[in-house]
């Protein structure tokens, strides 16, 4: 039962599924290393299950090998070519496989919203609805859609990647296109998806980015991400805030994960005596 509840698998090995599996292996082996005397955290299970042929795959195969290796080191099984047929209480089923698993978290991918069934638009196979070179909706000239919700052949012919920057300029170019039409300007051109490169983090002083030519590994590409992040937070005090607390987390490997649970007979008992 040990066993069980001390496997952790992730299913998608996409920049979320890699990000997570980091996470959770530094925090078995740094963050609550010694908060428990009946078992050694450090022995816990993690299997990211990919069911491609390799990890990352939207960044380069370099730095997708660069990935694995990284995760590997930290003690995370790896899966390729490994499909998850079933998850249930018990765990997962993997290429005919039963493995048990306390924890099962799902990283690849998730289903757009219905908004397609709602107006009766055409959709693909994920429920995207497909839009038009504007982003509007085809029978519907005052409907637009972005982000998820949306499939759009704007990143070079390619279908636009449901990621926050793809949905943000998403938006920006719809909120153009309604303002031009209230001023009774000329539309904007079609729109066009501008990618400013991909990051993943895999665990302390190592992530990958790729920005098409430049291509960036290990510590630098890892300061490099938390950069970015602390830049597109929103006020001065909330970037200070997060500076100052991955500061902390980086010299004493404190990363303030502490659960305490209390049942409510134990509550009621700790108050009675402290009454007596």
Same mark, same amino acid.
């Given at each position: 039962?040990?066993?069980?509840?001390?496997?952790?698998?992730?299913?998608?090995?996409?920049?979320?599924?890699?990000?997570?599996?980091?996470?959770?292996?530094?925090?078995?082996?740094?963050?609550?290393?010694?908060?428990?005397?009946?078992?050694?955290?450090?022995?816990?299970?993690?299997?990211?299950?990919?069911?491609?042929?390799?990890?990352?795959?939207?960044?380069?195969?370099?730095?997708?090998?660069?990935?694995?290796?990284?995760?590997?080191?930290?003690?995370?099984?790896?899966?390729?070519?490994?499909?998850?047929?079933?998850?249930?209480?018990?765990?997962?089923?993997?290429?005919?496989?039963?493995?048990?698993?306390?924890?099962?978290?799902?990283?690849?991918?998730?289903?757009?919203?219905?908004?397609?069934?709602?107006?009766?638009?055409?959709?693909?196979?994920?429920?995207?609805?497909?839009?038009?070179?504007?982003?509007?909706?085809?029978?519907?000239?005052?409907?637009?859609?972005?982000?998820?919700?949306?499939?759009?052949?704007?990143?070079?012919?390619?279908? +636009?990647? #449901?990621? !926050?920057?793809?949905?943000?300029? %998403?938006?920006?170019? &719809?909120?153009?296109? $309604?303002?031009? =039409?209230? /001023?009774?300007?000329?539309?904007?051109?079609?729109?066009?998806?501008?990618?400013?490169?991909?990051?993943?983090?895999?665990?302390?002083?190592?992530?990958?980015?790729?920005?098409?030519?430049?291509? +960036?590994? #290990?510590? !630098?590409?890892?300061?490099?991400? %938390?950069?970015?992040? &602390?830049?597109?937070? $929103?006020?001065? =005090?909330? /970037?200070?805030?997060?500076?100052?607390?991955?500061?902390?987390?980086?010299?004493?490997?404190?990363?303030?994960?502490?659960?305490?649970?209390?049942?409510?007979?134990?509550?009621?008992?700790?108050?009675?005596?402290?009454?007596?």
């Amino acid at each position: 039962m040990q066993r069980k509840l001390l496997t952790f698998l992730i299913c998608g090995a996409g920049p979320t599924g890699v990000e997570m599996a980091g996470a959770i292996a530094e925090l078995a082996h740094n963050g609550v290393a010694k908060d428990f005397r009946n078992f050694d955290p450090a022995s816990t299970r993690i299997l990211l299950v990919q069911a491609g042929p390799r990890v990352l795959p939207q960044f380069d195969e370099r730095l997708s090998a660069f990935a694995r290796s990284s995760l590997e080191a930290l003690g995370v099984e790896v899966h390729i070519n490994s499909r998850v047929e079933l998850i249930d209480g018990d765990g997962v089923i993997v290429n005919g496989e039963r493995i048990e698993a306390g924890t099962v978290l799902w990283a690849a991918g998730v289903v757009a919203s219905p908004a397609s069934a709602w107006l009766g638009a055409e959709a693909d196979r994920a429920g995207r609805i497909k839009v038009g070179p504007d982003l509007s909706v085809p029978g519907f000239p005052d409907t637009y859609a972005i982000g998820d919700t949306a499939l759009s052949l704007a990143w070079d012919g390619q279908p +636009v990647p #449901g990621l !926050a920057p793809a949905a943000k300029q %998403g938006g920006a170019y &719809v909120a153009s296109v $309604v303002r031009a =039409r209230l /001023r009774g300007r000329n539309p904007p051109p079609p729109f066009r998806y501008r990618h400013q490169g991909n990051l993943a983090t895999i665990g302390r002083k190592s992530a990958v980015a790729d920005f098409g030519r430049v291509k +960036v590994t #290990g510590a !630098a590409a890892w300061w490099l991400w %938390g950069a970015v992040h &602390v830049f597109f937070l $929103v006020g001065v =005090r909330n /970037r200070l805030s997060v500076m100052l607390g991955w500061i902390w987390s980086y010299f004493t490997f404190d990363v303030g994960v502490r659960l305490i649970t209390e049942t409510r007979a134990d509550l009621l008992a700790r108050r009675y005596s402290s009454q007596t």
